[in-house]
């Protein structure tokens, strides 16, 4: 099941084409393409598993604005209208996120999100008496509706696949947008994942003056330290104290809008290295590979659907998920080791620790929240969908425990049911609150919807990090990476399904972190950093935090200009010039 979906999709050649198109009486409008988004967010998480971006109506509880376009039709007359949408929440209640299309003006009366799983929800007939007609989203709730695409067809027969693989088909098809991309644009390298450990790459890149494309599929950079996630940033700079402190956060509560100004930091410090492309809201989907080397990576930009195929000697996945790794093929690792594998017992706290024998359990994913008080008394819905999730649990803010991992839920194939169950954690949770007298004036400030992860996949390099490597403070010849903080995992508490606990080992000092487990042991031109770096479950669970996966980044960003300057691969500089590497980056 791993990843199968995502498989079929690459396979087919097309995510998503996030374009208007219209032929022989029939129209297609991706919702990402809109004009006009109004208060409806591009959500770009899911789209390797359920096959497009798509928006988002994120209210907190309150309708947001409409989302406009003007569609040109090819011929006046009635039309039949299909909308790719889910109901995220089924049941026995109203689904939460309804809303309705407005053509012409008029809105057209059926309600939609109130099919479960993704699927084209038949809309009925629709007059269209121009050829230039404004189309508009209208959200019903201000909870979470989602709409992917729009089809008009004059053909009450053409009912637009369902199927992941025949929809990616008949999406290329009816838009006649090539398979792969046309134009190659070509770098030093190219780094995919603007979150701190992606940044940090592109500025030591930068330094040395390589062409460094860097792919982030957001319009923030930053990943979960981004005012789009709120993490702020932990660990210790190492040697990588400069370039850090241009992208790391200040200490305020997770969850916190003083996340904002520190965006707005990092972005400045990222715009003034000039060798740097940023190419932000653009999602890598698929990396070509000749024998054990990528040649190139294909993207997508989330909203205009343009595709480009990014060319360079060296890759460096800092996508978290290992995105690059897993579809160049890279060995990677998921879930949790069996303790005997590293030797990574304590006894103290048994199963919840490490496990007698290995599973697919890892740490979970989150969104954080909070309230505010208003000056008079806030309503707030009734939420029916939330509460068998919520139960009894009342709060008016969530932090870092506000998590959600499972056995039997993976971190990439369901990360949008994950998600989804965050969400109604948190508004059945409030809800409850709400009931309390004392919440009267209580209103929801922010709810995140872009789900900040802890663990999905490991690439696999040269060396796999370990808790033994931790605990006994191993050095290493290749050293380029150190921290001190505690090695924290955390497990799910039985009594809840969206509140964990974290365990902290204390090693006693630094501890530190080989070159060789920063680059993929079977693809020879690819490095990584950030929390998919080679570890084990255990050996993830210190130097996760964020300035810790910048020094990853900073040097995997000098070992490219190495790769450059002596025509090697990752693993020949560890070979041959790895004090050179080290000398770089100040050891
Ligand atoms: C709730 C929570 C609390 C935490 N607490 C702390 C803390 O207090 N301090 C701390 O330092 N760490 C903390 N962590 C851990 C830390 O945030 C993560 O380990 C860290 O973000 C990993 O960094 P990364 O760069 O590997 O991934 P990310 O921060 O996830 O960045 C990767 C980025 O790549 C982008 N991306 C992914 N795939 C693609 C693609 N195909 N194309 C283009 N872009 C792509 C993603 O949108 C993402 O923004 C916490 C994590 C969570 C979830």
Redesign the pocket.
Known sequence: MFFRLQVLIAAAGLLVSSITTCAAGNVLVEAESFRDKGGWKVD??FA?IMGSYFLLAHGMGRAVENAKTTLSFPTKGVYYLWVRTRNWAPGKWDAPGRFQVVVDGKTVDSVLGTNPGWSWQSAGKVKISGTEVPIELKDLTGFDGRCDALFFSTDSQNVPPDDLTKLAAWRRQISGLPEVPSATVEFDVVI???????CAAALAADKQGLKVAL????PL??????S??R?????IYGKGETMLKGLDTKHWP?GSAKAIPDTTKRHKTMDAAKNVHQFLC????DANTQHSRITSID?RQTESGEIKCFSAPVFID????G??GYWAGAEFRYGRESSDTYAETWSKHGDKWSPKVADSRT??????WNSERAGAPVTFPEVPWAMDVAKGHAATSG??Y??YSSNDKHQIDDAEEIRDHLLRAIYGSFSNAKKDPKNANTRLKWVGY??????SLRLVGDYIYTMTDAAERRTFPDTVVEERREIDVHYQLEKSSFLSRALFYKTGGTYYIPFRSLYSKNIDNLMM?????SCSHIG?GGP??????GQM?IATGYAAWLCKKYKTTPRGIYKAHIEELRGLIGY
Request: aromatic residues 8%; charged residues 20%; proline residues 0%.
């Open positions: 770009q998480q390797d995919v994942g603007g979150g701190i450990a992606g792919i982030h599929d957001r950079l930053g990943g979960n330290a981004s789009e996630v993490v702020h940033t932990l660990g997770n653009w999602r890598a989907y993207a800092c996508t978290g998920d995105w690059i740490m979970g994913s989150s969104l954080l932090e870092w506000w998590e872009l789900s900040g992860k802890r663990e950093a950030g929390r998919c770096f993830l996760r935090v964020m300035k810790t996966t980044g």
